[in-house]
């Protein structure tokens, strides 16, 4: 299993980016994904997660209304839009596979808000 994410960077207050994850080593579609974080000295935080197969979605209620997350499964690829950042979003990125228990983790990409 890979999980390999890419798209991080530094961004102003109020500007955007856009999250991407390949996945490789499963069967992409049986899992639901997840994009959580972890800024520094702060504990992780599920930002969102979607169903493998329906594409049902779910929000922390801190970026809720300002990011959004996609899948396509024929691409084995898992999005984060991030609209709307804020300082406080400024953490490391990880997509994670799993509903209740995760069991692999990509190696991150930082976005910085500043």
């Known amino acids: 299993v890979q999980l390999v994410e890419s798209g991080g960077g530094l961004v102003q207050p109020g500007g955007s980016l856009r999250l991407s994850c390949v996945a490789s080593g499963f069967t992409f579609d049986s899992y639901t994904m997840n994009w959580v974080r972890q800024a520094p000295g702060k504990e992780l935080e599920r930002v969102s997660a979607?169903?493998?197969?329906?594409?049902?979605?779910i929000y922390a209620d801190s970026v809720k209304g300002r990011f959004t997350i996609t899948r396509d499964n024929a691409e084995n690829a898992l999005y984060l839009q991030l609209n709307s950042l804020k300082t406080g979003d400024t953490a490391m990125y990880y997509c994670?596979?799993?509903?209740?228990?995760?069991?692999?983790w990509g190696q991150g990409t930082q976005v910085t808000v500043s």
């Open positions: 979607i169903n493998g197969l329906d594409g049902s979605a």
């Open positions: 994670v596979r799993g509903l209740v228990y995760f069991d692999y």
